[in-house]
C-alpha cells in the first residue's frame, strides 16, 4: 500500500478528502472556537502538530503493535502529542490557551486525527504518513481560518482581532476594522457557525460540480481516434 504518490495524497488532504469538507470529522471544535481568525489558527496549529506526530509514530510501530491493542496504543500516541500541544501552548500562548479551553485536551478525541492513525499510517511508511498528516491538517486548518474569518468579518466587522495571543506584542496592531460600529451576533453564536459552515461545504461542491463538467465537456470535445481493424479468416 506504499506505492500511493505524494501528489495523490496532497490533494487528499487538501480538497478531495478534506476532513472538515468531506469526512465532516472534528466539527465540534471546529465549529465552537472559530468565533475569530485567531482563535482558528491557535487550534489549527495545535491540531496539525497532533496529526503529523501521531501519524509518524503510529508509522514507526505499525509492525510492532498486537491488533488486539492497535487502537488503545493510537490512543495513547495521539494522547501524548495531545500533552506536548498543550504544553507548549501553556508556555508560549497562555491566554489563547485559555480562551481554547477544553478543546485543546479533547484533540485527544478528534476523529479525524484517530481516523487518519488507523486508515493510513498504520499501513504506510513514515514519509507518507506524514504527509498525509501535514496535508489533512493544513486542509483542517484552512477550514478553520475560513470560517473564523467568516464569522469575525460578518459578525464583528473586524479580522484579525486579538493576533498578539499568538504572535506576541509586534501583532498589537494587526487589527483589520472592515465595517464601524458593526455587530452581528447571529454569525458570533453557535448556530452562525452552523450557517457558515453549510456555506462553506455548498461552495465546494459547486466548485467539484463545475469542474466535473468541465472535465466531462473536454472529453466530449477531443478528437476520437478511429482505429481499422484488420479481420483474417474465414466465417462460416
Known amino acids: 500500500m506504499s506505492d500511493i504518490s505524494l501528489g495523490k495524497i496532497s490533494r487528499d488532504g487538501l480538497w478531495d478528502n478534506n476532513p472538515a469538507l468531506v469526512q465532516l470529522l472534528g466539527l465540534c471544535p471546529l465549529l465552537a472556537v472559530t468565533a475569530s481568525v485567531v482563535n482558528a489558527i491557535g487550534l489549527g496549529l495545535a491540531t ?12 514507526l510501530i505499525r509492525n510492532l503493535v498486537p491488533s488486539a491493542v492497535r487502537l488503545p496504543a493510537f490512543v495513547m500516541i495521539i494522547a501524548s502529542f495531545v500533552t506536548c500541544a498543550e504544553l507548549l501552548m501553556k508556555a508560549y500562548t497562555y491566554e489563547l ?3 481554547l479551553g477544553i478543546f ?6 478528534n476523529c479525524a486525527i484517530l481516523g487518519r492513525a ?5 499501513k504506510h511508511p ?12 493544513l486542509g483542517f486548518m484552512a477550514v478553520l481560518v475560513l470560517l473564523g474569518g467568516m464569522r ?9 482581532a486579538g493576533m498578539e495571543l499568538l504572535v506576541g506584542p509586534m501583532a498589537a496592531d494587526w487589527q483589520l476594522t472592515i465595517f464601524t460600529d458593526y455587530s452581528f451576533l447571529f454569525l458570533v453564536l453557535p448556530p452562525g457557525a452552523f450557517f457558515c459552515m453549510g456555506l462553506i461545504i455548498a461552495g465546494k461542491k459547486t466548485i467539484d460540480e463545475r469542474l466535473e463538467q468541465r472535465r466531462k ?10 482505429r481499422r481493424v484488420r479481420v483474417t479468416g474465414t466465417i462460416s
Open 48 to 59: 496539525l502538530l497532533v496529526l503529523i506526530g501521531s501519524n509518524v509514530a503510529v508509522s
Open 97 to 99: 490557551y485559555q480562551i
Open 104 to 109: 485543546i485536551p479533547l484533540i485527544v478525541t
Open 118 to 122: 488507523d486508515a493510513f499510517a498504520a
Open 126 to 137: 513514515v514519509l507518507p504518513a506524514a504527509t498525509d498528516g501535514l496535508m489533512m491538517g
Open 152 to 160: 469575525e468579518l460578518f459578525g464583528q466587522g473586524t479580522l484579525f
Open 217 to 226: 465537456a473536454a472529453n466530449a470535445d477531443a478528437p476520437k481516434v478511429s
